[in-house]
């Protein structure tokens, strides 16, 4: 149905603007699909998006066109035409600098224990609008004429900030569980709070996201650790019993806490860290338009150049999100009323692990986020500056190109409400952050190797490359971080005084 309130005449005149740089596109794609004979409309997220004012990266249509008429229509108008969606009925599309995707109707269904959707291909508008996850996903700007078309009232939603279904919610949810998993996303990203049948349909039917595969269940958590509010999303998934299936360890930090033995609540700490972490990521780089990387775990710091964080930073908000994850694991009641969570950061540096790796998160991000959890209590020992320049030393090393998320993550590990203490926890990080940067001028630290490089120790002890020049090697490193600079000389005189002690030496 067309709009039929003046407020919602107001909001289309409104979408219409935002939308006005892609209208000449959206008039020509119309017009070669109506002179082919096909109907054609822009769907989804777009038509979302511009009612909200919000940038849409890619243009998604719907059409009677089938796969095959769908590339008939684009040849000689498209730039490029790829077809890996071919057995979903979507082709798609580059015309300048737009990507478009263009699907046949279609309803997508999973069969019982099935991981893969079953489409079927429908023939008109109505009824594919039907079949999508949300109501405000499911509004249309046919085309050319540009009619609005909203069959389940996703503006109304929209603007009540309510997330529905446009069917029941358990068949919207049964006909892809991922379903469960966008609208914890749209929580975060959007603000929208899901009604109370589809939070009781998620409740119910949480399980079935286990048919879906780790790879799409991790994209969409990635997306929601992205967005703007990645709390309110958590709490959906918590709530309705979803984290117990995609993230476990999350729901498991609601420890119980009686009146003889009370701790800090560790769930309600954890999601207070990923705040204040977020809180503390810098701006996003100029010309960026990435969303704080993919799930590769690269990003700043990685070439050496500062510490900055431009947010939304991927690998710091797992880590803040995880770091707490083995206490539940590692509590024990102390005589007196005390509890305790020793080495926490060492069986959760190992669940991390496990967890992203079960959720198919690629090396370099597993490797980035566990480390993080590993190290996020190393700086209590620091107290008002007893480390050495050594410690001080060994604690950029062991963090590497992680030091600016380690910086973020530690301060952000402070949620007490006590001011003094969190002040004098502030006071002592700042004056570690200090040294760090006096002994960076002094030493050139972030660069910090042995004087002499593997060729060098080769040539002075007569032994070829393999295992024992890697011992004098880290040999060398280990007396470099601990008693810094020592010059070309020194390090030479160092090594021949630890190879004199070596069996392979002759005189050790």
């Known amino acids: ?18 939308l006005r740089p892609t209208l000449p596109l959206l008039s020509e794609v119309g017009e070669r699909f109506a002179d082919a ?13 511009a009612f909200l004012g919000r940038p849409s990266p890619d243009l998604d249509f719907a059409t009677s066109a089938h796969p095959e008429q769908i ?22 599309c580059r015309r300048g600098e737009q990507t478009l995707e263009i699907t046949t109707y279609r309803a997508d269904a999973y069969e019982e224990d099935s991981r893969k959707p079953v489409v079927a291909f429908g023939d008109n508008l109505h009824d594919d609008l039907v079949r999508r996850d949300f109501t405000v996903n499911a509004m249309a700007l046919r085309l050319p004429d540009l009619t609005f078309v909203d069959p389940h009232g996703g503006l109304g939603d929209l603007a009540a900030q309510a997330l529905r279904t446009p069917h029941t919610p358990e068949v919207s949810f049964s006909d892809d569980p991922l379903r469960m998993m966008r609208a914890a996303r749209f929580a975060a990203q959007l603000g929208l709070v899901p009604a109370p049948e589809v939070l009781e349909a998620m409740t119910g039917m949480a399980s079935r996201i286990s048919i879906v595969s780790a790879e799409r269940v991790r994209d969409e958590l990635v997306k929601l650790l992205l967005a703007p509010d990645p709390r309110a999303g958590l709490e959906v998934m918590v709530a309705t019993g979803l984290a117990d299936h995609v993230l476990p360890e999350l ?10 033995h009370r701790h800090k609540d560790v769930y309600e700490h954890t999601l207070t860290v990923l705040e204040q972490a977020i809180a503390l990521e810098d701006a996003p780089s100029v010309g960026d338009d990435s969303p704080g990387g993919d799930s590769s775990g690269g990003g700043p710091a990685e070439d050496g150049a500062d510490d900055a964080v431009p947010g939304p930073d991927l690998v710091l908000r797992l880590a803040a999100l995880l770091h707490d994850i083995g206490k539940p694991a590692t509590r024990r009641f102390e005589p007196g009323g005390g509890v305790s969570f020793h080495h926490h950061e060492v069986v959760g540096a190992k669940m991390t692990r496990a967890r992203l790796r079960a959720l198919r998160f690629d090396k370099q991000t597993v490797r980035a986020v566990s480390r993080l959890v590993e190290l996020h209590l190393r700086f209590h020992g620091y107290g008002t500056g007893e480390w050495t320049d050594s410690a001080v030393r060994r604690y950029v090393a062991d963090a590497g190109p992680l030091l600016g998320r380690l910086h973020r993550l530690t301060r ?17 990080y700042d004056h570690l952050e ?6 960076r001028e002094e030493e050139e630290l972030r660069a910090v190797r042995p004087e002499l490089d593997g060729n060098q ?3 002075i002890l007569g032994i070829p490359p393999g295992p024992v020049l890697g011992r004098a090697y880290k040999h060398l490193l280990a007396v470099r971080l601990d008693q810094g600079p020592l010059g070309p000389e020194g390090a030479r005189r160092e090594l021949e005084r630890w190879w004199a002690d070596q069996p392979e030496s002759g005189r050790g």
Do not use: C, Y
């Open 71 to 92: 590339e008939q229509v684009l040849a000689g108008w498209a730039d490029a035409v790829w077809d890996v969606g071919r057995a979903f009925g979507t082709i798609g």
């Open 251 to 260: 729901p498991a930090l609601r420890l119980e806490v009686d009146e003889h």
């Open 457 to 459: 120790i080769g040539e």
């Open 1 to 18: 149905m067309s709009t039929s309130t003046t407020a919602d005449g107001v909001l289309l005149a409104q979408a219409l603007r935002h």
């Open 412 to 428: 952000s590990d402070s949620t007490t409400r006590n001011r003094r203490k969190a002040a004098r926890l502030a006071a002592s």
């Open 434 to 439: 200090e040294r760090i940067a006096r002994l």
């Open 37 to 49: 004979g096909h109907e054609i409309a822009l769907v989804g997220g777009p038509v979302r998006d």
